[in-house]
Nanobody, 127 residues
């Protein structure tokens, strides 16, 4: 079993920055795939970014490309989502997801590829 714990959410003004963290505990794997998804009120959960732990390959949703960066800290079993130039439409609950194995890059946006989910952290961007 793997537990994911997110942190770092909060209230920020438009054009500001936040960094989200997701710490993984339990039976983690060096071949894991990590993802960030978000869900705004009244909408479906949507892919934000994904990262392959081994090698560091990344994938981004078009809506955040160039503004958000996903990265990892191996020693801490932690993945980060650095969010810059935030917009009100980025307001959502952000969820960390993990699969203890490889996911092909073209499938990283699919929720079905992930076995473990965090509890979510809320991000509010004011205009």
């Amino acid at each position: 079993q793997v537990q994911l714990v997110e942190s770092g959410g909060g209230l920020v003004q438009a054009r500001g920055s936040l960094r989200l963290s997701c710490a993984a505990y339990g039976r983690t794997s060096s071949s894991a795939t990590m993802g960030w998804f978000r869900q705004a009120p009244g909408t479906a959960r949507a892919f934000v970014a994904g990262l392959r732990w081994s090698g560091g390959s990344t994938v981004y949703a078009d809506t955040v490309k160039g503004r958000f960066t996903i990265s990892r800290a191996n020693a801490k079993n932690t993945v980060y989502l650095q969010m810059n130039s935030l917009k009100p439409e980025d307001t959502a609950v952000y969820y960390c997801a993990a699969r203890m194995g490889h996911v092909i890059l073209s499938a990283m946006h699919l929720m079905s590829q992930y076995d473990y989910w965090g509890q979510g952290t809320k991000v509010t961007v004011s205009s």
